[in-house]
């Protein structure tokens, strides 16, 4: 136990000992007086039981003493009761022996409560002055009874602190504490007197004063020191505090940094990474941001990097766009890095979208300019300042203007001031107000209607509508088109109207409900009505019974009021012929007009159809005659061909080395039969294929053929001829030509004739040309020769039937090859031409199309 000179040492040195030092010092002694305050208690107790004892025992030794005393007891002194007395004498000797045992304890328990006493003098001078401690201005303890104990308070606080006097008002932390500060001492005092969790907090009262609040629990009691703090302290704890709110802050920033899509980091002064969030952990592919930071993985590539340890200073923070590689994609980043003392820090937003929504924006942008530009409506677009920002192509010539003085970016009013000058623009009285009426748009919210009527006689309609962002659009809208054709239209409706007043055709026009609207003198006359009766707005069934003496069959007047009133949402054009019994024949027509009015017209045909009539008797007639005549050549031509087949045969017999020899003369004349008869033949083999085309019911083999094969078989044919006139033949063509889809006998027939009549008119000893090619799939030859050539009237008619021309050849035909060729080519879908001139030969060319191949699958 401490001294008081000790005691009071210990307070004077407050300054170098901690209050929480004192104040444990204080709860030791504070039990040490609880336990001697209660020793005294007992030992008054012991004494008081010890007096009792003594009392009883001088009580017992009395009273046989008085007993011997009185006069009886002489008689009584026989042996018997000289035993009893011999005991009471023990008992007092025993009696005596206690008192004196119990002089002695008193005597020792005198000297312990002489002890206690001064004992008890030094608690109270030490409760003293621990009083006095306690009232100290700089403190004050809240006491608690167990869990649900009221509180007792001792001590205050220093006034500048702001903590109530009053018990209640400063057991209400809430009001005089900050939240922060108030929320945490209402927890641990919570867990102090629940669970006895002592506890030392640093507090801020509402005048950011610094308290110290110790918990702690003694003797079954809970209580609660608030210590005001100075000087280093109290430096100390608010540097602690900033600390906190610090690491608060930097806490909260971090996590909101966590909960943002946009990668950030911290680097230290040595530029390694110290901390990243959870958007940079994903960008740079990670598990988490701990593995991205342990494995130091960066998201900037190392020319950016240094791009930024370059620029970025401690007054100006590195801001650009980059691009970089996230996921395997490319991502452009807007970057933000700040320098600092200790490090650098730096966020990074995924601008990607934003970048190709501006890029979709300018491609918007330039073909919207582009789209405005093929317009031929005048555009012009001015900023917020009044200047040009926009403009097409239609504007500069609508106005005649200079690109440079439009480039220049000019104000309306000086645009307007040029226009003027150049005469462009409507004359005014007074031009200054026309001018600031003009360029009120701006300031307006209303689009702005004008039309001007220009020098030049064009008219315009102008739309001026303001800009959100400032500005506005202006549309100027040729209108001298369009009033030339509203003038023309009016008068073209007069003069229809006086047309069809004029008409020879009977025209009414019938609304939806049957009225009619309009009717010319020709719709009354054919009908034989009058004016009043076709009126306008009379309806269809009265005009149905005013024609009824005309037609009245059911497929009259019936039929047109059905067409004409019908709910049909679609509605299908009419037209037939009547025969009136005035004798007359209409052609009538019912036409839905696009107003949803429908038009009769009815057109006086009885000429023409009398006219018809006969035409067609004429023509059954005609065609008769032609089937006659077909008959009659394919009659002829089978007469024909049996006797001539007899005759060639005969002959071809006749030269066979088995017959009788023949004179000279004999085989001369023989030959002459046999050339007759051959060309005959030809004859009569062309006339039946002509007739066989002209019947339309020649049909096509079509087969693929060899080219090249053909080719040979052609030149077989034609020696003989070629022989005959010393001619040659000259073949131009590759040695694979392929093939092609094509009647194999009328496409032998056309190579034939074609040489055949180049051999006719090729001069004697010369070559007649033979050229086939392909030209993509088309089958294209040439057949030429260095003949007399024709002139363009001979070109003309030189595929006409019966057309020949014997000046110059060797024969003189029927004039039915060519004729033929032509036939049998556009039978095949092909093409020939003919290009010739006096003294420069013929050349003829033949094109025998590509899909043939569709044609030979429909002749299958």
Request: proline letters at 4%; charged letters at 25%.
């Amino acid at each position: 136990m401490r001294s008081g000179f000790e005691d009071s040492a210990a307070i004077a040195g407050g300054g170098r000992s901690s209050p929480l030092m004192q104040d444990e010092s204080l709860d030791v002694e504070a039990r040490q007086i609880s336990e001697r305050r209660l020793h005294p208690k007992e030992r008054r107790e012991s004494r008081g039981r010890g007096s009792l004892r003594n009392l009883l025992s001088t009580a017992t030794v009395l009273v046989p003493a008085s007993a011997l005393a009185a006069p009886e007891a002489q008689r009584l002194l026989t042996s018997t009761h000289m035993i009893g007395l011999a005991a009471v004498a023990g008992v007092v000797a025993v009696s005596f022996a206690g008192a004196f045992m119990m002089m002695k304890r008193r005597t020792v328990i005198e000297k312990e409560n002489r002890d206690i006493r001064s004992a008890l003098s030094d608690a109270q001078s030490r409760i003293s002055r621990y009083e006095a401690l306690i009232a100290d201005k700089n403190r004050r303890i809240v006491i608690w009874e167990g869990k649900t104990g009221s509180a007792e308070l001792l001590g205050q606080l220093p006034p500048e602190i702001g903590a109530p006097t009053n018990d209640r008002e400063f057991l209400a932390f809430g009001r005089w504490l900050k939240p922060r500060s108030a929320a945490a001492l209402e927890k641990a005092i919570d867990a102090l007197r629940g669970n006895a969790t002592i506890f030392d907090l640093v507090v801020e009262t509402s005048r950011d004063e610094v308290l110290e609040a110790q918990g702690r629990v003694s003797g079954g009691r809970a209580f609660v020191r608030f210590v005001s703090l100075n000087n280093l302290r109290a430096q100390l704890a608010e540097l602690q505090l900033e600390r906190e709110r610090l690491h608060g802050s930097i806490s909260t920033f971090q996590t909101l940094l966590d909960a943002v899509d946009m990668p950030s980091w911290q680097r230290a002064p040595d530029g390694k990474l110290s901390w990243v969030n959870d958007a940079y952990g994903e960008a740079v592919n990670a598990p988490n941001k701990e593995a991205a930071l342990s494995e130091g993985r960066e998201l900037l590539e190392t020319v950016t990097r240094a791009k930024i340890k370059a620029v970025a200073t401690m007054d100006t923070a590195f801001r650009d766009k980059v691009a970089t590689v996230v996921n395997g994609a490319r991502t452009f980043y807007e970057v933000v890095d700040v320098k600092t003392p200790n490090g650098s820090a730096g966020i990074a937003s995924d601008v990607s979208r934003q970048e190709a929504v501006r890029d979709e924006l300018n491609r918007t942008i330039k073909s919207h300019a582009e789209t405005l530009d093929m317009l031929a409506t005048p555009v012009a677009i001015f900023d917020d300042r009044q200047q040009l920002q926009y403009y097409n192509q239609a504007f500069r010539q609508l106005w005649d203007l200079d690109v440079p003085f439009l480039e220049s970016r000019p104000e309306h009013g000086e645009l307007l001031e040029r226009l003027r000058a150049s005469s462009r623009v409507p004359e005014q009285l007074n031009w200054k107000t026309w001018k600031d009426s003009i360029l009120s748009v701006y300031r307006s919210l209303d689009t702005h209607t004008d039309v001007w009527h220009l020098p030049n006689r064009q008219t315009l309609r102008v739309f001026a509508t303001a800009r959100p962002q400032g500005g506005a659009t202006w549309v100027f809208e040729n209108l001298t088109e369009q009033v030339d054709l509203e003038t023309r239209y009016n008068t073209l409706l007069k003069v229809q109207g006086e047309t069809i007043d004029h008409l020879a055709e009977g025209v009414a026009v019938f609304t939806p409900d049957g009225r009619i609207t309009l009717s010319n003198p020709a719709f009354r006359a054919l009908w034989g009505i009058t004016a009043t009766e076709a009126e306008a707005g009379t309806h269809i069934k009265a005009i149905e019974t005013a024609c009824a003496p005309s037609h009245d069959g059911p497929e009259g007047w019936k039929t047109f009021t059905r067409a004409i009133t019908s709910f049909e949402d679609k509605r299908e054009q009419i037209s037939g012929k009547l025969e009136l019994k005035t004798g007359l024949v209409l052609d009538y027509a019912v036409i839905p007009l696009p107003d949803a009015q429908t038009m009769l017209t009815f057109v006086n045909v009885t000429d023409s159809e009398l006219a018809e009539r006969a035409l067609k008797d004429k023509n059954e007639a005609l065609r008769a005659a032609d089937d006659l005549k077909n008959d009659f050549v394919k009659h002829v031509s089978y007469e024909l061909r049996s006797p001539l087949t007899n005759i060639i045969g005969f002959t071809d017999l006749l030269r066979t080395p088995g017959m009788d020899p023949l004179t000279g003369k004999q085989a001369d004349y023989l030959d002459h039969i046999s050339n007759s008869s051959s060309v005959l033949l030809t004859l009569v083999n062309d006339i039946l294929d002509l007739a066989t085309v002209d019947a339309g019911i020649m049909a096509l083999n079509l087969e693929p053929l060899d080219i090249n094969e053909l080719i040979d078989e052609v030149a077989l044919q034609i020696a003989h001829r070629l022989q005959e006139g010393n001619l040659t033949l000259k073949i131009t063509a590759d040695n694979d030509l392929g093939s092609v889809v094509a009647d194999h006998q009328r496409l032998k027939q056309i190579f034939v004739k074609l040489l055949s009549n180049a051999a006719n008119f090729a001069p004697e000893g010369t070559a007649i040309g033979l050229k086939c090619w392909r030209e993509g799939p088309d089958f294209l030859f040439t057949v030429s020769d260095s003949g007399q050539g024709m002139s363009a009237e001979t070109i003309a008619k030189v595929f006409n039937r019966f057309e020949s021309d014997g000046r110059g050849g060797r024969r003189t035909g029927a004039g039915l090859g060519l004729a033929i060729v032509e036939s049998f080519v556009s039978l095949h879908h092909g093409a020939i031409s003919v290009d010739s001139a006096p003294g420069k030969g013929t050349r003829i060319t033949c094109r025998i199309p590509a899909g043939e191949a569709s044609r030979l699958d429909a002749a299958e």
